[in-house]
């Protein structure tokens, strides 16, 4: 068999040929036109470039790439088609109308597909900054972390800081009184998104203020005063106290006895001598009447019983709150026992020709006891009228644990316990006197006898008009 080597060789490089072209047809990515451009675009979250975010292109063919510091990206050398964008990575609280957009190269040319976003701000941070419970104001508070605020306190001490991305922040005091120190003055938390949580710094008061018990007199007539010994107490007492404000402001000064408040003296919040609010340069005096002996003439009953009390002095500021400072002094109340009276007439009063009032008919007479003695009561008492500087005239006995009322008729056989054919004699008064009583375990009152109704002047004759 005879082979044309010669045309065989033409044909295997036509086959070659024809093959390399097909090859070369298949291999292209630019639909057969040869048109190639750019996709390009810029991430921004709230005008700030997002740097490091993924970006894909995807159609005629694929790319992935990142974001640079300027939040830019470009895929370049694309063939012709349609492509579709992606962006991904970008910051787990950031919001975009889309994160995926077309982009079209028709001929070579660049197309700029840009990525705009905003963070999602649901979060917060609230808190209160304090001293013993009390608010303080106008403390600066400051926010660093992912955002960068400043805000100061509410004059309850409170503050906000609303609509915050989630992240790791910093909240920071400053700006307070020096007379106050915190624990810390920062504190670090981590935010989630629409998250709120709290913050509160609580302060310790470095108080200056101090009161002080320094005396205890008891007034006398005519202004005088005299030392009064703590370990025998009675009736009214001046209580001297020595305030010294320091750097505090001054709110108020109480002075307790037993727990109970029996004087105080307030300021206003002015700055300065004769403004309400003392002088920071000197120590001054309060100066307390307190009555040890208080009652209630109605009933009889004692405010203080006797025995051992405290006397408190309380100052409160406006930094360290209601007891910024205390001080106390022992005492021994030893009050005596009495009684007081109230008198009713069946008529009158009436007043005489000499000008002075009489009442007639029966007499009433309410006996009040008045016990500081602890745990004692009254069972017993005798009331006795007496002429003033004169013999005793009538006498009754009652008995009670209360109030005690006696009843001197106007009418009957005249005898001691009544006021029958009775007057006064003119130019002279008559007393109402409770000339003894027991209490009700048997003992008897001491410092007894004791007037309790004087002057009276009684007509049961009618020798004055109206009796």
Excluded: H
Aim: proline residues 6%; hydrophobic residues 40%; negative net charge.
């Amino acid at each position: 068999m005879k082979v044309n080597l010669g045309a065989t060789l033409g044909s295997l490089r036509l086959f070659l040929s024809l093959a390399l072209l097909g090859a070369t047809i298949g291999c292209t990515d630019d639909g057969g036109t040869g048109l190639r451009g750019t996709v390009q675009g810029t991430v921004l979250l709230e005008g700030a470039p997002v740097a490091g975010a993924a970006v894909d292109v995807s159609g005629p063919t694929s790319r992935t790439t990142t974001t640079d510091g300027q939040g830019r990206y470009a895929f370049g050398d694309l063939p012709s088609g349609a492509y579709v964008v992606t962006l991904s990575g970008a910051p787990l609280d950031a919001s975009f109308p889309a994160t995926s957009r077309t982009a079209v190269i028709t001929r070579s040319e660049s197309v700029q597909v840009d990525f705009t976003g905003n963070f999602i701000r649901t979060a917060s941070i609230t808190g209160r900054v304090t001293s013993r419970n009390e608010g303080l104001a106008g403390v600066r508070v400051t926010l660093s972390g992912v955002d960068s605020l400043t805000t100061l306190t509410a004059v309850d001490g409170k503050f906000t800081f609303p609509g915050l991305r989630a992240g790791r922040y910093e909240v920071t005091i400053s700006e307070f009184s020096p007379s106050i120190t915190f624990p810390s003055t920062r504190t670090e938390l981590d935010l989630a998104i629409g998250e709120s949580l709290p913050v509160t710094f609580d302060g310790i008061p470095q108080l200056t203020a101090t009161v002080v018990i320094r005396s205890l007199t008891r007034p006398l007539p005519g202004g005088q005063v005299e030392p009064v010994d703590p370990q025998n107490v009675r009736g009214s007492i001046n209580v001297t106290l020595t305030v010294d404000r320091g750097e505090d402001t001054v709110e108020r000064v109480e002075l307790l006895l037993g727990g109970q408040v029996v004087a105080q003296q307030s300021f206003n919040d002015l700055v300065g001598v004769g403004e309400g609010q003392p002088d920071a340069a000197a120590p001054f005096d309060l100066v307390f009447l307190v009555n040890t002996a208080e009652f209630d003439e109605s009933t009889g009953t004692t405010r203080f019983r006797n025995g051992s009390r405290t006397l408190t002095a309380r100052l409160a500021t406006r930094e360290g709150g209601e007891a910024a400072w205390t001080s106390s002094f022992p005492l021994v109340l030893r009050n005596p026992d009495t009684f007081v009276a109230r008198l009713s007439a069946e008529k009158g009063p009436v007043a005489g020709a000499n000008g002075e009032d009489w009442v007639g008919g029966a007499i009433t007479v309410d006996v009040v006891p008045v016990i500081y003695t602890a745990g004692a009561a009254v069972s017993t008492v005798v009331l006795e009228l007496r002429r003033f500087a004169g013999p005793m005239l009538r006498e009754r006995s009652a008995a009670g644990t209360g109030v005690i009322r006696f009843i001197f008729p106007a009418t009957g056989p005249a005898g001691t316990d009544n006021v029958v054919g009775y007057r006064t004699p003119d130019g002279s008064f008559d007393q109402f006197r409770v000339r003894a009583a027991t209490f009700t375990d048997g003992t008897t009152v001491a410092g007894l006898p004791v007037t309790v109704i004087t002057p009276v002047r009684i007509d049961a004759v009618s020798a004055v008009p109206g009796n």
